[in-house]
């Protein structure tokens, strides 16, 4: 339907014809000037949120390993370097890297402590070595000859005298001893590269790095927030809106079953949910989506009925709207913006009730990276290992403050009415 | 005597008399409000008792395997549908557990030894109360304490620190606060006991279950000691986190009462800040705060699962996750029929206080 008179442009207010010559950053900080402490609560954890998705889109960017792969030793303490595998040599010898080695064409005497796991770790490293070799078109070939000591000294004397070539072996005990050789030192980790894994916040009971599993976590995270917000966004604002507009019978009974919904604890509807479907991710999506449902509903409703006694409806309905282009032109529009706000808290709560599922053994398969999953697991080792339960916590917080604060910030800006304070 | 009807005893007949006394007291507007609620309770607890009843046959377990384990024989088998009437029809099941919610006898266990459900839950009610009435108590006076601080000085340090602290306490994960403080006051201090209800080499005679009343009746003071040391961080947890709501609640309704015309009247005519934040303020600003408690029983149930699950508490929760882990469908089923009962027994008396307190709402 045109209507010519929305065709006259009513003239700009001058603060907007400003805005509209200024860059996005100065408007940024113009935006403080009307709305103070919530323009930066907007600004902050839009930035915090903007973050999570970013995590969640590329966990690679925070993760250096695979979240399921046993990467280091079990509970490395945040911060510490995993102890290394370290070739020891003569000062005067000048072997470089293993690739020397290949030149010579007999098998290279090499010292390991006996049942240390540096003669697995020095054959797998040899091997490496030729593989390069060959693809590079070599035909020289590293070949060793592992000698088996049984204590640290009698290698280090091994290496000493010349009985073998050089010797592998761990860093920090090598480190420890190595005063009392003083013809001896260290070549560096034998893998040639310079600083070896590192692990900023810890390992856990199955080696499996701290930080990768958090950085993959928050995409679970994310999925379960969104997607289950969304679900309930979608059946409870048409289901509020038809029963706010038409009322009668329709009305009394969904608002019946929605307040029954809505007045029990939540979390027990998800957990009896959560276990019927069994664990999955979409299962935990659904179970949290049908505990959402009343709060769009009810909020939906309640705004639709203070909006449908407004002028404009009357107006529509004189000029012979049907009901459903009513309720999508007239009323819907109006009840955009608390959805909108809605959304967001919603999404934080969403994702706590997805921690808390997963917490409880109930939501996704145990072996996912989640942040829920983790604390149920670092439990175990509270006594042991402060780092398992501390991270996943933390991320779990950061994450729910930011919608939260996203949200609210959103509510005091868009709804002054709401403004309390 | 049986552990729930003490219970009953000990807290229910009060808050009956109460709710009796209202409704003979009160105006006929209250009457039928409060007849209207009754009655629109029983559908609603009908329609959650029906969706839990059909969500759980249609779980992939199995009680009877979970119950007899990978030893029993298809007769032993058998013979146990028989007994607990699973190879009924699905309807006269449905009939049978209605008829059950309705008399309040909620039949037998299906795993341990089939004990009757209502033995059981008189174990576990007790346990649950003992760790939520301190815990709602302690909310209730930090939020409101807080907020009115908060509140009487706004945009002081105060304030600022008081609606952080709201803040980070809501987006907490309840049962992460429980792990830091077993962290921090269980493993690293090592002042308090991080799971269970009491030392168990410690002997007490269980008479009403609640482990504190016992202990006291009894005159056992080592057996008190370690109870409330059990008690300490379980109470905190729950406490704390139900805590941050009533923060802003209070702390808003202190800051627009105090914005009326009566207290700048008040304060006009030379009263001290203390007596109008007490005597003009506060009384006002306190009417939404408990409709807020109706509205919180809900959290308070959820977060009590969480924090059960955390500490080891035998309550209420964590046999909810036990039984459903083990597919006991009438344990599940009575316990959330229990639970609806319980938020709607709150939230009505808590809407019928709130007619007391306030003489302007008519119903």
Known sequence: MHDPMLDE???????????????????????????????????????????????????????????????????????????????????????????????????????????????????????????????????????????????????????????????????????????????????????????????????????????????????????????????????????????????????????????????????????????????????????????????????????????????????????????????????????????????????????????????????????????????????EFIQRAWWLITFPGIAVMLIVLAFTMLGEGLMEIFNPKLRKQ | MHPLTLTFLIFGIPALIGLIYVYARGSSGLRSYTTTRILLTIPMILILATVVFFVMRILPGDPIDSTLGPKGTAEIKERFAEQHGLNDPIIIQYGRFVGNVFTLNFGNSLIQSQRPIVDELGERLPATLEMIIPATILALGLGIFLGTKAGVKRKSATDYSARIFSVMIYAMPIFWLGLLFQLIFGVWLGWTPIAGRIDPTIPLDRI??????????????????????????????????????????????VIETNQEDYVAAARARGISQGTITRRYSLQNALIPVVTLIGLQVAILVAGAVLTETVFAWPGMGRYLIQRILSRDFTAVQSVIVFFALFVAFISLTVDILYSLLDPRVRY
């Open chain 2, 208 to 253: 009403t279950n609640f482990l504190v009343i016992d202990s006291i009746i009894t005159g056992n003071w080592e057996a008190l000691r370690s109870v409330l040391a059990h008690l300490i961080l379980p109470t905190l947890t729950l406490g704390l986190v139900l805590s941050g709501v009533f923060l802003r609640l209070t702390r808003i309704n």
């Open chain 1, 9 to 379: 442009v009513p003239p700009e207010e001058q603060w907007q014809v400003d805005l509209g010559e200024v860059g996005l950053f100065r408007r940024i900080l113009n935006g403080r000037r009307w709305y103070g402490v919530d323009w930066w609560m907007v600004v902050i954890s839009s930035f915090m949120v903007a973050f999570f998705i970013l995590i969640a889109f590329f966990p690679t960017i925070l993760a250096s390993y695979d979240p399921l792969d046993q990467v280091g030793p079990r509970f490395l303490p945040p911060g510490e370097t995993p102890d290394q595998e370290v070739i020891v040599q003569r000062t005067d010898s000048d072997l470089e890297s293993l690739a020397d080695l290949a030149v010579r064409d007999e098998r290279v005497r090499t010292g390991v402590v006996q049942g240390a796991p540096s003669s697995e770790d020095i054959r797998s490293q040899a091997d490496r070595v030729n593989a390069e070799l060959e693809a590079g078109g070599s035909d020289d070939e590293v070949r060793l000859r592992i000698v088996r000591f049984d204590t640290l000294d009698e290698m280090l004397t091994g290496v000493t005298t010349g009985d073998v070539e050089f010797g592998v072996g761990s860093n920090a005990e090598i480190t420890a001893v190595l005063d009392d050789y003083p013809e001896l030192f260290i070549r560096g980790p034998i893998t040639g590269e310079k600083g070896g894994k590192s692990f900023p916040l810890g390992t856990n009971q199955i080696g499996q790095d701290v930080l990768s599993r958090l950085a993959w976590g928050s995409r679970i995270a994310l999925i379960i927030g969104f997607t289950a917000s969304l679900f309930s966004l979608f059946i409870g604002v048409p289901l509020g809106l038809l029963a706010g507009y038409t009322g009668g019978k329709f009305d009394r009974v969904f608002t019946l079953i929605m307040d029954s919904l809505y007045a029990f604890p939540g979390l027990i509807l998800a957990i009896a949910i959560a276990a019927v479907l069994g664990p999955s991710i979409i299962n935990v999506i659904v179970a949290i989506a049908v505990l959402y449902i009343p709060t769009y509903y009810r909020i939906v409703r309640g705004q639709t009925l203070s909006t449908k006694e407004g002028l404009h409806v009357e107006a529509a309905v004189s000029i012979g709207a049907t009901k459903s282009s009513i309720m999508r032109r007239y009323i819907f529009p109006l009840v955009i913006p608390s959805v909108a706000i809605i959304f967001s808290v919603n999404i934080a709560d969403a994702i706590l009730t997805g921690a808390a599922l997963s917490f409880l053994g109930l939501g996704l398969p145990p072996t996912t990276a989640d942040w829920g999953i983790d604390l149920a697991r670092g439990q």
